[in-house]
């Protein structure tokens, strides 16, 4: 366990640097942005209103009332969020080919450790997760500041009621409304990391060969996983949601343990040092 | 534990940050809008058994609500995942799954496509073969021992139809007769009824009641699409345009109602008043007759034609608070022998329940938040269905 946390600690750190600048960014991007839109939607408001001699009420019939959607759909806010999500998708990789790569091989003082090796893969997943956690909390923070930000430039007559992040499209699938539903969610993700984490070992242990393993391997996975909501397609309302949810979990376990055990066995015997 | 710093401040910032918000969440759901009756006049009864399938709307969000006499509950209050999977369960269906289960597997959830009596359910849809042969599936329930037995039956000439509608099913002496509107590929629309003899397990007949073509005329039918019970007429208009273009808005030359007799498969006019012409839109049809609603500044005027007999009654008058804003239409519906509408008033909504026989109010209230007497001005209520749940 000490190992583990250590392992965990010693991965964040490598990228704490990066991330900070990713976190930076997004703020910087989002709050010029946030600022950007509504004063541009209020500036229009007023030049519109001016020219035309028209009232509140008439504005907003013909161009709509604010809604804090409209900065959410704007380049700014998508922008940051594609930036750190390629950013995560890149380390995903990263995290592992780094070891090899890198200028000293390091990943064979990783597997010498005195620990079992399997623990470098969850240590590498735990980091994964946490720094993905971290950018979703990052935003949430993120979002109520700028709700305050909306409030202060656009007055109340030009916005539309919001009930908060809950009702935004966009952060649905990020904050859905149970935490069960999170955890769910976030789960899958994870099924999704670890999968790719296996795939990478395959080719790893067995380099131009382990490609194609890995390949035949991640569609299989993906198949597995997907198989419940394929035979919802082919028989159409034949299952009922809740059933479908549960041959997901089952499969999602079967995907998750198969991944872990493939990935035990190939740090233990194929990876050589 | 200094050297693990980042990690602990990471992991402590997304415990503190997302347990807050679920936290806060769940609180804050509890004072979300409720919804509930208030009785003004009448049988307190009359709404026992009632749920309004509703949405409330307040700003650019909708909210699905089931409103009854316990308050209103969100029928979404169920996995995101769940909605992504599939589409909603009405809540009629909600029991016919609970009770059915391995029958309704497969199935569309549309009222339309089924028809149910004390011993059977049955459930009839359109399914093509080989890209080619039209066929109607016909599944039946015997509720009494949960036994269902399934035939197809193949309908002729069907190559040029580009999508096939289920309207209705009517049952009665071993037939089952389908009202079923075809759409072909020349954009003409056709409606037919199809008889199917249950213990051969053929089709007996296919009888095109009325055609439409394009840019030209337009069909338009009447029956209660939430009724599952047999309904002995279908009651269908025909539009005949004026030389209907894309750019110009449609003059309607002629509006025509008839009324498709299940018992003799007879086609007959119903004979409209000039007056009443421009309100046809809003015929219904319900329980040997055919009303047209007209609303006046102080309730609603509902006029009658019987069937049987062929001629217009006197109309009823109900008098009820009407809308108060001209954006929101007046919801109306009748069931069991009853008017039921929901509509706009100064201060909120008000629910109104008559007798359609008597022409009396059984029931007057109004729709208020539990939680705030008078509700915000910028919300709606748009009422989809109302359901007598016994």
């Known amino acids: 366990m000490k190992n583990y946390l250590k392992l965990v600690n010693f991965e964040i750190s ?44 008439q504005f907003i019939e013909q161009y709509g009332t604010f809604s804090f959607q409209r900065f ?37 003082r990783l597997l010498m450790l005195p620990t079992e090796r399997i623990t470098i893969y969850f240590a590498k997943l735990t980091a994964i997760m946490l720094l993905l956690l971290g950018l979703i909390t990052l935003q949430l923070l993120l979002v ?15 916005r539309t009621y919001s009930y908060g992040i809950s009702n935004i499209d966009i952060f649905v699938l990020m904050y859905p409304n149970t935490f069960t539903e999170f955890v769910l969610i976030y789960g899958i993700g994870l099924i999704f990391v670890a999968v790719l984490f296996t795939a990478i070992l395959f080719e790893r242990s067995y380099r131009l060969k382990g ?10 996975s993906l198949g597995v996983f997907f198989a419940p909501l394929l035979l919802n397609g082919f028989y159409p309302r034949y299952f009922y949601p809740l059933e479908i949810i549960l041959m997901g979990m089952v499969t999602s376990f079967i995907v998750l343990g198969s991944t872990i055990w493939i990935a035990n066995h190939l740090l233990k015997h194929k990876i050589m040092v | 534990m200094k050297k693990y710093w980042r990690t602990i401040v990471i992991s402590l910032v997304i415990v503190a940050t997302i347990s807050t918000y679920y936290i806060q969440g769940a609180m804050s759901s509890k004072n979300d809008v409720t919804f509930k009756f208030k009785t003004t006049s009448g049988n307190k009864e009359e709404i026992e058994n009632l749920v309004l399938q509703a949405s409330y709307k307040h700003g650019d969000i909708y909210h699905p609500l089931y409103i009854s006499k316990d308050g209103s509950t969100n029928p979404r209050s169920r996995f995101i995942i769940e909605d992504l999977i599939a ?15 391995k029958f309704m597997r497969g199935k569309v959830f549309d009222p339309s496509n089924y028809f149910e009596d004390e011993a059977r359910l049955i459930y009839t849809d359109f399914s093509v073969k080989n890209r080619q042969v039209l066929t109607l599936q016909i599944d039946i329930l015997d509720k009494q021992t949960n036994d269902s037995t399934s035939f197809e039956v193949t309908t002729s000439g069907q190559a040029n139809n580009s999508w096939m509608q289920v309207n209705d099913v009517y049952v009665k002496n071993g037939e089952i007769k389908i009202l079923g509107t075809s759409y072909l590929y020349n954009d003409e629309e056709e409606l037919h009824v199809y008889t199917v003899n249950e213990n051969k397990k053929e089709l007996e007949d296919d009888s095109i009641i009325a055609k439409s073509e394009p840019d030209m005329s337009s069909i338009r039918i009447y029956n209660d699409s939430s009724k599952i019970k047999n309904e002995n007429y279908y009651l269908y208009k025909v539009d005949k345009y004026k030389n209907k273009s894309e750019d110009a808005e449609s003059v ?6 008839y009324l498709h007799n299940n018992l003799n ?26 009303f047209i609603p007209v609303h006046s500044a102080n309730g609603l005027e509902l006029n009658r034609y019987n069937i049987k007999k062929k001629q217009w009654g006197e109309p009823l008058h109900f008098n009820f608070p009407t809308k108060a804003n001209n954006e929101e239409e007046l919801f109306l519906q009748l069931t069991g022998g009853k008017l039921y509408s929901v509509n706009r008033v100064s201060d909120g909504y008000s629910l109104f329940i008559g007798d359609l026989h008597t022409g009396k109010s059984l029931y007057e209230g109004k729709i208020i938040d539990e939680n705030r007497e008078n509700l915000n001005k910028d919300f709606s209520l748009t009422i989809d269905q109302i359901y007598s749940i016994y």
């Open chain 2, 265 to 290: 498969n007879e086609v007959e006019e119903i004979d409209i008043a000039n007056k009443l012409k421009s309100e046809m839109n809003s015929m219904i049809l319900h329980g040997g007759e055919v």
């Open chain 1, 72 to 108: 959410v759909y704007s380049e700014w806010f998508l922008m940051s969020i594609y930036i750190c999500i390629a950013m995560l998708i890149i380390y995903v990789f990263l995290i592992w080919y780094r070891d090899w790569l890198g200028k000293n091989s390091f990943i064979y």
């Open chain 1, 144 to 158: 109520l500041i700028e709700i305050q930000i909306v409030n202060s430039i656009v007055p109340a007559d030009f």
């Open chain 2, 87 to 101: 589409d909603p369960v009405p809540l009629e269906f909600e029991k016919y799954i609970q009770d059915y289960r």
């Open chain 1, 211 to 220: 490609i194609f393993f890995a390949i035949v391997y991640g569609v299989l």
């Open chain 2, 252 to 257: 309607i030359i002629s509006s025509q109602a």
């Open chain 1, 14 to 57: 490598r990228f704490f640097k990066l991330y900070l600048i990713l976190i930076g960014l997004t703020i910087v991007c989002q709050l010029i942005g946030v600022i950007r839109v509504s004063k541009g939607y209020m500036d229009l408001a007023e030049k519109v209103m001016d020219k035309n001699q028209l009232s509140v009420s």
